[in-house]
């Protein structure tokens, strides 16, 4: 029998979020995820993955993924700590290792995984965590499991930052202090001001977490927002993700040797949950071989996000302070950014709205992503239906 208090609580909250224009559709893509997508049969320009170098349908990751089921099957087929552990997980650490500057690296089965893994394997009830206040919710809920004291600062204001590393080293209550960041704030496009968190934390001596989810693939020339800023040797986690511009699925940790030893026997979904598949692994591994061998996709990628990114202003469009190819059209209130979102797909160009709690409340918007896979004319025919869509609706 079906809990009538269930129903009640499902029927009335999804009624309320309907109404608020906060419910999101899920739109199931026909075929891969490329530059353009068919969605009920329909062919669309793609501007909402996160498929950012186009590695997502890449030939030689495809390649690399068919033989290693020949010869590795389909699963991992344990834990990593009974015997899921193939070579091929160690291969792609290694390589990982290498890209990253780092002693080692630790792989997890996605990005989300990672920071609830990472970060309470090693903060507890007796410690403080200074989150910024834009983080990702994957860092959010890290933060919660570890039972510390949580402590949001202002966005990228150091000032801030500052003033409340001071206040809780002084208090005396807490054992240690993580200040945590993400590298690329992936719904504003910004960068973290990562050498005045550096600064903060040298002076307070605080642990350095940078999820670099959104800035692997994209800054520093492919290898990430730490080594855009060349502070390898400053940042005590780098944590990245293989689902976004390395174009698989998966996560990481990078750091010291003895950090990646203790997340080995201390991280939870590391102890309990199966690896990723061979074929995961194997091609992630080739996407990382590409990157460090040429930046070409990068620079690519480059291209068309400034192409976009200037064609959108000049129509009138606010795409807020994106510092990379993450390019927010914000329009505002909730229903609004839904209904452009849906107006676009219907003329052809795939934009999805993101609302609240993605993002805060009436700062609705539509996000865009170019990738290296795009062509110009695809970019030209998104921009002129952005054009005819924003003056139907008034936007611009």
Known sequence: MTSKALQSFLDENIADLKERGLYNEIDPVEGANGPVITINGKKLINLSSNNYLGLATDDRLKKVAKEVVDT???????????????????ELEKK??????????????????????????????????????????SIIDGCRLSKARIIRFNHSDM???????????????????????????????????????VKVAEEFDLITYVDDAHGSGVLGKG????????????????????????????GYVAGKENLIDWLKVRSRPFLFSTAVTPADAAAATKAIELLMESTALNEKL?????????????????IGDSETPI???????EKAAQEFSKKLIEAGVYAKSIVFPTVPRGTGRVRNMPTAA?????????????????????LI
Not at 113 to 118: E, F, L, P, T
Not at 170 to 194: C, H, Q, R
Not at 223 to 250: P, R
Not at 376 to 394: Q, S, W
């Open 72 to 90: 590795h099957g389909v699963g991992a087929g344990a834990v990593r700590t009974i015997n899921g552990t193939l070579d091929l997980h160690l």
């Open 96 to 137: 990982l290792a290498e890209f990253k500057g780092t002693e080692a690296v630790i792989s997890y089965q996605s990005g989300f995984n990672c920071n609830m893994a990472a970060i309470s394997a090693v903060m507890d009830k007796h410690d403080a965590i200074l989150s910024d206040e834009l983080n990702h919710a």
């Open 159 to 197: 000032d801030d930052l500052r003033q409340k590393a001071k206040e809780a080293v002084e208090s005396g209550n807490y054992n240690k202090i993580m200040v945590i960041t993400d590298g690329v704030f992936s719904m504003d496009g910004d960068v973290a001001d990562l050498p005045g968190i």
């Open 223 to 250: 290898a990430g927002t730490v080594k855009h800023f060349g502070l390898q040797d400053k940042i005590d986690f780098q944590m990245g993700t293989l689902s976004k511009a390395i174009g698989v699925i998966g």
């Open 302 to 318: 480059w291209e068309n996000g400034d192409y976009l990114k200037a064609g959108l202003k000049k129509l009138g469009f606010d």
């Open 327 to 333: 390019t927010p059209c914000i329009i505002g209130e």
């Open 374 to 394: 795009h062509t110009k004319a695809m970019l030209d025919d998104a921009l002129a239906i952005y054009e005819k869509t924003g003056k139907e609706m008034g």
